[in-house]
């Protein structure tokens, strides 16, 4: 046994691409191993990641492949034998096959009797192996985006290869790909460490070469660095601490190889600018980290996180260049903010004509209007069902929502746009739920980020969403497998995730709503529907983590209001692990069967259940049992007390324990049995209406 390396270094990747290749290179090394017999299941391995590199490195590889015994199986006998002597076509297959021709057997399957013969397929050398197959797993790792770079070459990578390591323990593995044959020699830091190979003498030394080298390959090592790092400089300002950024460490640990972290600093007058566009300019245009004081405030200090070391001259160096850089983006914000200012929204209204939402969907100015008509049906099916809204605001929010696109700031920094509108409002004397309501509008943009925090944002945002939802899927513009050009998927996981999350009471019925806004039938409005439902289904497994049988329940039984098909499937998943609710479960899905069963032979029930026909002991208590539970069940329901009402449903699993053991629901007596089939039917639909029990997965 021996440890294996592989190393691939590359010219820059870009951050948001390495985590992800990172994991898939592990998983595609290892899985290649497993397959070839190389390594036991669950192996030890362990991934890294630089922005200049991706390595592997896997312990206990066997140094070649075990020769395998196996059965291979030739022609049909009728082919294989004339007049009982061998055709050719059985020459060939003991030729194939390495063996004579009497040594051939009989092996008979369900296609007829077979000539077979047992080989023993010699095992390879772990090296050979390696280099066959390898190469064809780098060339299937997903890119968002690949490059050719070698005139004339068919691989396509994400950027140039520049060296390659792969070491089984001592030995070099001579894989080629892009150019380059794999050795034992790495490279450190570019900067810090210049072009001086480091030689690899085994794969267990590669963590700490590196490290002598100034790269540090463990990428879980390097963010707790960097946070270490950015404590430390932090604790030499009085009362401030730098503000937690999860995505920003992500990215910033990406982009290093030697972490190090400097504090700068700005002048104070430019905390008069709205601190969202003062984080912007700092987060996403240099990559810094806002500082703030302990009651959460902004303080004129930034951290900025380096890809290099430096002495305290260097440093020195680097904090100014930063800070000048800085100090000139807002510069720039600011200017663009106060010259905003002398137009305001309501004027801005016109210029939406002039800024094209989509070619065959028009403008933004006509897009409001939509969303308008849209949020105003909408406003009124909320208040229908007695939650407070303010139309008045909504209709100004709506008007005003997309204002902001005309303005310097939001072309300046468009990811801030919405918000920048929200702002704008603030500062132009609107009323607060205007405000929110335009700045909230794009919320939520992931599964991750909050809903609006206001009922007219929530409405706001359903309806902005919804129109880009209709309008596209009027065009035929619906997602395609993996394709999804206009984030339709994300806009409606949005509209669910807001349904299911804020007091927004309203149907799936909405698409029907948008649909007529967008001046389309009742067909569009019926795919827009189902398009809502899947994504409701998507929310139930993958944000609330429901298992898919129980998402299937639930949602066999309605999808319409959101918020109860949450409620419903958290009931299920509370109560499907007793084991009354599995006994009734299964029980139900056996009087499914039933009923399904006789309709098929074209026996159906009696309209209703009559009392005389209950003729045995057990039946007479199911029906009876099941009466008084079906009016209990109905009020908890009502109150959406949906798991104290499964809880009450499991009560009744004595009852059809001894139905089922005593009755025979299909009896000779035709009256009878369609009573029972009544009966079976009624305990269904009175107990059925928070899932349908048939879809949930039950032991044996």
Not at 38 to 62: E, I, N, Q, Y
Not at 410 to 429: D, H, M, N, P, S
Not at 488 to 506: C, D, M, Q, S, W
Request: charged share 25%; aromatic share 8%.
């Amino acid at each position: 046994m021996a440890e294996f390396l592989f190393e691939i270094g590359l010219e820059e990747i870009p951050a948001r691409m390495i985590a992800g290749a990172q994991a898939e290179l592990q998983r595609r090394v290892v899985t290649l191993l497993e397959r070839e017999r190389l390594v036991s299941a669950g192996v030890a391995s362990k991934s890294f990641a630089t922005p200049r590199r991706l390595a592997v490195w896997v312990a206990d590889v066997a140094e070649r492949q075990e020769d395998v015994a196996e059965e291979l199986v030739g022609p049909s006998i009728k082919v294989a034998y004339k007049d009982g002597v061998p055709t050719a076509a059985a020459q060939a297959f003991a030729q194939k096959a390495g063996v004579a021709v009497g040594a051939l057997k009989t092996v008979t399957t369900s296609k007829g009797e077979y000539l077979a013969a047992a080989t023993t397929k010699q095992g390879r050398e772990t090296a050979e192996v390696i280099v066959a197959e390898l190469p064809k797993e780098l060339a299937g790792i997903y890119w968002a985006k690949n490059m050719y770079w070698r005139a004339g070459r068919p691989e396509r990578f994400v950027r140039p290869v520049r060296w390659m390591v792969a070491l089984l323990g001592a030995k070099t593995v001579p894989v080629n790909f892009g150019g380059y044959e794999a050795g034992a020699v790495t490279y450190g830091h570019r900067v810090l460490f210049g072009d001086e190979a480091i030689v690899l003498k085994s794969p267990g030394e590669y963590e700490q070469a590196l490290e002598q080298g100034f790269v540090v390959a463990d990428v879980e090592v390097r963010r707790q660095r960097i946070r270490k790092a950015m404590d430390a400089v932090t604790r030499t300002v009085a009362e401030v601490r730098w503000r937690e950024d999860e995505e920003l460490v992500e990215t910033v640990t990406q982009l290093t190889e030697w972490p190090s972290v400097v504090m700068g600093g700005f002048e104070a007058e430019y905390l008069t600018l709205p601190e969202e566009v003062l984080v912007t300019v700092m987060r996403d245009h240099q990559k810094y980290f806002a500082v703030e004081d302990k009651a959460g405030k902004l303080a004129p200090h930034f951290l900025a996180v380096l890809n290099t070391a430096a002495d305290e001259a260097g440093l020195a160096v680097i904090r100014h260049g930063n800070e000048r850089v800085l100090r000139a983006r807002f510069n720039d914000a600011r200017f663009f903010w106060e010259f905003d200012q002398r137009v305001p929204l309501v004027d801005r209204v016109e210029l939406l004509k002039n800024v094209t939402f989509q070619k065959e969907l028009g403008s933004y100015a006509a897009k409001t209007s939509r969303v308008r008509k849209l949020a105003s049906g909408l406003a009124g099916l909320v208040l229908e069902r007695k939650c407070e809204l303010n139309p008045v605001a909504l209709d100004e929010a709506a008007s005003l929502a997309k204002t902001d696109l005309t303005s310097e700031l939001v072309k300046e920094f468009t990811e801030l746009q919405g918000i920048v509108g929200g702002l704008y409002a603030r500062a132009q004397g609107y009323g607060v739920a205007t405000a929110e309501a335009i700045y909230d509008q794009y919320k939520p943009v992931s599964m991750e980020d909050s809903v609006p925090r206001t009922v007219e944002g929530a409405v706001l945002a359903i309806a902005d969403k919804a129109d880009t939802i209709a309008g596209m899927f009027g065009l035929g513009k619906e997602p395609t497998g993996s394709k999804d050009p206009f984030a339709l998927r994300r806009a409606a996981n949005g509209i669910v995730k807001i349904l299911a999350e804020t007091a927004v009471a309203l149907p799936l019925t909405l698409a029907e709503i948008a649909a007529a806004a967008c001046g389309q039938n009742e067909t569009l409005a019926g795919k827009v529907r189902g398009f809502l439902a899947e994504r409701l289904e998507f929310y139930l497994r993958e944000a609330r983590g429901h298992a898919y049988d129980v998402v299937k329940a639930v949602l066999a039984v309605g999808a319409e209001d959101v918020r109860d098909a949450v409620a419903r499937a958290e009931a299920v998943t509370a109560v499907r692990g007793s084991d009354d609710f599995a006994a009734v479960s299964a029980a139900f899905k056996r009087m499914r069967n039933i009923l399904a069963q006789a309709a098929e032979k074209g026996i159906a029930p009696a309209a209703r259940v009559e009392a005389v026909l209950l003729t045995e002991a057990t039946e007479k208590a199911l029906a009876e049992r099941s009466s008084e539970l079906a009016a209990d069940v109905l009020a908890l329901r009502g109150e959406r007390n949906h798991k104290a009402a499964l809880e009450s449903i499991a009560t009744l699993r004595p009852q059809v324990d001894a139905f089922f053991d005593a009755v025979m629901v299909m009896a000779p007596d035709v009256e009878v049995r369609a009573n029972r089939l009544a009966l079976l039917g009624r305990v269904l639909g009175d107990f059925s209406g928070i899932a349908e029990f048939s879809e949930i997965v039950t032991a044996g």
